[in-house]
C-alpha cells in the first residue's frame, strides 16, 4: 500500500518574535513552539533571534548604494526556502513592533529584480500571534499584522494566537500555567497540519 503523503513529506518552519527583550512573553512563545513542534519527525524548524541578525532601518539610498545587507540576505533565504511561519508581535501603541515591520520592509525587497519581489511572502502560510499582559491579548496588533501579510499574498490562517494577562502565566521566561501550555498545543498542531496538507496538495 502506498505510503500516506502527508506522513512521508517533511515541512519546514520558522518561528519568529517582533520583540527584542530577553524576557519578552512573546519570545517565550516562540521558544515553546519551537521546542514543541521540533519533536515531530516530519517538522523541520528554526527559532529566528532577531538579536542575532544586524539589520538596519530600511533605507532606500542605503539598499540602492549596497543592495540588500548580508544578515538581510541570510533572513530573507530562510524565509523563501520555508513553507510556513509563527509571527509573534507584542502590542506596541495598538500595532506590531517597529522591529517587526523593518524586518519584514527588507525581506519584501528584491536581490535581482523582479524575479525575488516578495519570494519571502508570497503564497508562504503562516500564523500569527501576539502576548500581551493586557486583557486584550494582543488583539489589536493581530488585526494589523494580518492585514499586513495579506498584502504581501502570504495566506494566514484563520487561527491565531492571542494570550492575555501572560504576566499570571509566565514568569521567567517560563510558561507555568497549564491551560496556556495546552491552548498553545492545539493552535501549533493545527498549524503543522495545515501547512502539511497544504503541501501535500501542491507539486
Known amino acids: 500500500m502506498e505510503e500516506n503523503n502527508q506522513e512521508t513529506k517533511k515541512i519546514k518552519l520558522l518561528v519568529i518574535s517582533g520583540s527584542l527583550r530577553e524576557q519578552s512573553y512573546n519570545k517565550v512563545v516562540a521558544k515553546f513552539s519551537e521546542k514543541y513542534l521540533s519533536s515531530f519527525d516530519n517538522v523541520n524548524i528554526e527559532l ?77 502560510n503562516a500564523m500569527i500571534g501576539s502576548v500581551s499582559p493586557s486583557r486584550r491579548g494582543g488583539i489589536r496588533c493581530l488585526v494589523k499584522l494580518r492585514m499586513l501579510l495579506n498584502d504581501l499574498f502570504v495566506d494566514v490562517s484563520p487561527d491565531e494566537i492571542s494570550i492575555s494577562v501572560a504576566n499570571e502565566k509566565i514568569t521567567e521566561g517560563l510558561i507555568t500555567d497549564k491551560k496556556l501550555e495546552d491552548y498553545l498545543i492545539l493552535k501549533l498542531n493545527k498549524f503543522k497540519e495545515r501547512v502539511m496538507k497544504l503541501k501535500t496538495i501542491l507539486p
Open 48 to 124: 529566528i533571534d532577531i538579536k542575532n541578525y544586524n539589520i538596519p532601518l530600511y533605507n532606500w539610498d542605503l539598499e540602492n548604494k549596497n543592495g540588500l545587507p548580508i544578515d538581510v540576505q541570510k533572513l530573507k533565504r530562510k524565509f523563501e526556502s520555508s513553507d510556513g511561519y509563527i509571527v509573534l508581535s507584542p502590542e506596541y501603541n495598538g500595532s506590531y513592533s517597529g522591529v517587526l515591520k523593518n524586518i519584514i520592509d527588507w525581506l519584501s525587497r528584491s536581490e535581482n529584480g523582479d524575479a525575488s519581489l516578495l519570494s519571502s511572502f508570497r503564497n508562504k
